[in-house]
């Protein structure tokens, strides 16, 4: 009898253990982030009240991923969906219409919009179409590159996160107030590390590093792409080659791990530049400071290929 | 007296330029001190402006009465010089109201997408092939003609529902003439907000069925559709009015169901065209990712219904798709997709006395194709086809090698030797020609104008 009662004690401990992170678990909210970035700072907000995960990959572009179902699993149970907007991540309504989740379609307390007051750059003041390239004609969608607006994006989740778990205002907006001290706090240090590029000229591959570039003062010489989304002519490598050479001054090819780097290394063979990988450990961190290492590995690429 | 004028003459030349000039100085400083007063003023305006943004801001943010605002994004000019002093982050973090329930909506913003697709094809075969109105593109060999003209329209209706609206402009070949027709491609909802994981689609849909059937043809792999898939559904495909319900089970890995009732309007598989009898489908589909860079898409699906003479018709089919994405390209580096269709329908056969009576027909069909794309812009691939006819006896197989030049995501070339070989004469109108063994040509031109759906996987 006493054995019995032991076993049942031991079974009733170990289950208890058991279930302890699942219970964990069910209470925390699942979000899901279409990019990496958006997941690293929906973890500055939520903590330990959030569980998030990334639609995209790190090493992904972004702008057109393949909609795997794979996708649709990972939001069939969520709670929270967090879009980057602008036209970024279109693709994400295809995943939203195989889900089945009603929790997280456009309209539902669940879908937050990150680019929601946002001062977009690059907005179009002229009629845009294809001729262009695959152009965003709601502006430069890729604000999430600039650590300055991180605090209006965070202030978008946090209001779209207490939507849902209203009881956890006050905790989000202590987390939110946490990580944009320490943000502000990261970036006069990236600030300084970055100091020395301002006399650099830069050439990225896709135009979209405007708000990065407008933050730290840096100026851009040129793209690659000389239409988004559409692979560069000959004619126009070529000048842009011309330009990299007169510009008497260092150029710096910046590029994401995405990005052609067999034709940036012929570039930089070509005219002498240096090269940057930016983005190249997006989505390698987690947790609340995940945004603030990303940025980091970032300002370190580039400050090396300053100097 | 002459001396008297010469220096007149001198101190007028002399000093003249210089009480000129002295004049001059006192304009410019007049000028800078204007210019400085204006400064002033436009200091002070802007230390104005300042103090009123601070206010503004410093008011607490009204409390979330909406779940979802309206779209509102604060737009700057394009471009701010790299000089321009960003606010600061103690500014930005000061809570605020990140959007506006209601945002103006800007030129050309609606609230609908629509786009326009233009299919284009085209096909040289042999005079006999023509003859025999026995090609690809029945009775419209060597021709090039707008195969699928299509606007579409879809977006949120509501906070509820989703809509989706194509009409089609075509080609078509009918009793020896060819027409222009359009139509209704698919009209449909789609209730997003149902319990349980289930959305529910009404209307004209291009069912679920299979892997391929769902696909618009601007949209196949391949210029034109697998033979099976002409032979057991006709050149349409399956398209049905009815509903059809959806279901994403909570499991770890993906497996959706989906359930359909239709009036069963296809001709050539069905076509009683009435719900007292109706079609009734079914898919299951599955997907597994075997690495990051690669994955696996299983389906079954199944659809019962009757012929127009009462008679049942049912098919099953089998399907499988497969990709590498190697990491970081934008595009799969290689594909390999096949499909199976059995057919299980009854017919009436006469024998030779004129006597009738009731035979089961068991056929099926498949095809598979492999395709690799090393270049963003060039892909290549080969699809093999064979099929049984469903009624009729006999068999066909096909094999058909294709190029494709895509200059950018919205427009695309192709170019196609297809191969077909028969396993009994086909002959056409009055007997003319005959369309047994025969190869073809077939190019392809498509564009895409406006917003396009994705498709997934």
Do not use: C
């Not at chain 2, 009793?175 to 359009?182: C, P």
């Not at chain 2, 695309?412 to 297809?418: D, G, I, P, Q, V």
């Amino acid at each position: 009898m006493r054995r019995s009662v032991s076993m049942v004690l031991v079974a009733a401990v170990l289950a208890a253990a058991g279930l302890q992170p699942a219970a964990d678990a069910a209470a925390k909210l699942r979000v899901i982030a279409t990019i990496p970035d958006l997941k690293a700072l929906t973890e500055a907000v939520g903590g330990d009240l959030v569980e998030v995960e990334s639609l995209a990959r790190g090493n992904q572009n972004p702008h057109d991923l393949e909609v795997r179902p794979s996708l649709m699993v990972k939001l069939r149970r969520a709670d929270a969906l967090v879009v980057n907007g602008l036209e970024l991540d279109g693709w994400a309504d295809a995943v939203l219409r195989g889900a089945n989740n009603p929790a997280v379609i456009p309209g539902a307390a669940g879908f937050i919009d990150a680019s929601r007051g946002v001062p977009v750059i690059d907005v179009p003041t002229s009629r845009v179409d294809r001729s262009m390239g695959d152009v965003h004609p709601y502006g430069n969608p890729h604000y999430t590159f600039d650590p300055g607006l991180a605090p209006i994006v965070t202030q978008t989740i946090l209001e779209g996160l207490a939507r849902l778990a209203p009881g956890q205002r006050a905790t989000f907006e202590r987390q939110r107030q946490a990580f944009v001290a320490r943000l502000e706090s990261a970036l006069g240090r990236w600030q300084a590390a970055l100091t020395p590029l301002r006399e650099a000229r830069l050439v990225v591959y896709h135009n979209n590093l405007g708000y990065l570039f407008n933050r730290f003062g840096l100026t851009q010489l040129g793209a690659i792409e000389d239409r988004p989304g559409i692979p560069p002519s000959p004619a126009h490598l070529a000048r842009l080659v011309r330009e990299m050479k007169e510009a008497r001054t260092r150029v710096v090819i910046v590029l994401e791990s995405w990005s052609d780097r067999k034709l940036a290394a012929r570039l930089a063979e070509e005219t002498g530049a240096r090269t940057a990988i930016i983005n190249a450990k997006l989505g390698t961190f987690s947790g609340p400071e995940a945004y603030i290492s990303s940025m980091d590995a970032n300002v370190t690429a580039l400050a090396e290929a300053a100097r | 007296m002459r001396g008297s004028v010469i220096v007149a003459v001198w101190l007028t030349s002399v000093l003249g330029p210089g009480l000129a000039g002295a004049q001059d100085a006192d304009a410019l400083r007049r000028e800078l001190d204007q210019l400085r007063r204006q400064q002033e003023q436009y200091q002070k305006a802007i230390e104005a402006l300042g103090e009123r943004l601070k206010r503004l801001e410093s008011q607490p943010a009204p409390a979330a009465v909406a779940p979802v605002p309206a779209t509102t994004v604060t737009q700057t000019p394009a471009g701010p010089g790299p000089t321009t002093a960003p606010p600061s982050l103690t500014e930005l973090a000061r809570p605020r109201q990140p959007f506006s329930l209601y945002g103006e909506r800007r030129q050309g913003q609606f609230l609908l997408d629509f786009g326009v697709v233009g299919d284009f094809v085209g096909n040289i075969t042999q005079r006999n092939v023509e003859q025999a109105t026995g090609g690809t593109f029945a009775g419209r060999e060597n021709r090039f003609f707008p195969r699928e003209i299509e606007l579409m329209f879809f977006g949120q209706i509501d906070p509820y529902a989703r809509a989706e609206v194509r009409i089609e402009a075509a080609e078509e070949f009918e009793d020896g003439a060819r027409e222009l027709h359009v139509g209704l491609a698919e009209a449909n909802l789609t209730l997003l907000t149902l319990p349980g994981g289930t959305q529910a689609k009404l209307g004209l849909i291009r069912n679920r069925f299979g892997l391929l059937n769902e696909r618009h043809r601007e949209a196949l792999p391949q210029t034109d559709q697998p033979n099976v898939l002409t032979q057991f559904l006709g050149e349409e495909g399956l398209r049905e009015s009815g509903a059809e319900v959806s279901w994403v089970a909570p499991l770890p890995f993906y497996l959706e169901a989906l359930a359909g009732v239709f009036n069963g309007d296809n001709d050539v598989a069905f076509g009683r065209g009435s719900l007292k009898a109706p079609l009734v489908t079914g898919r299951l589909r599955t997907f597994f990712e075997l690495a990051e860079i690669s994955a696996i898409q299983l389906g079954i699906s199944g659809a019962s219904g009757e012929t127009p003479d009462k008679r049942r018709s049912t098919l099953a089919g089998l399907d499988l798709k497969y990709k590498l994405t190697p990491e970081g390209w934008r595009h799969a580096l290689l594909t390999v997709a096949g499909e199976a269709l059995y057919s299980d329908r009854r017919v009436e056969v006469f024998d030779d006395a004129g006597a009738s009576e009731d035979r089961t027909r068991r056929r099926w069909g498949w095809y598979a194709y492999g395709e690799v794309q090393p270049w963003r812009r060039w892909l290549g691939g080969v699809r093999y086809d064979w099929t049984q006819y469903p009624v009729d006896p006999g068999r066909e197989w096909a094999v058909e090698p294709y190029i494709a030049f895509l200059p950018s995501e919205f427009l695309r070339f192709r170019l196609a030797y297809k191969h077909t070989d028969r396993s009994h004469r086909f002959t056409g109108p009055d007997d003319r020609g005959s369309a047994r063994v025969f190869d073809e040509v077939l190019f392809q031109a498509t564009f895409f104008l406006g917003a396009h759906p994705s498709h997934p996987f």
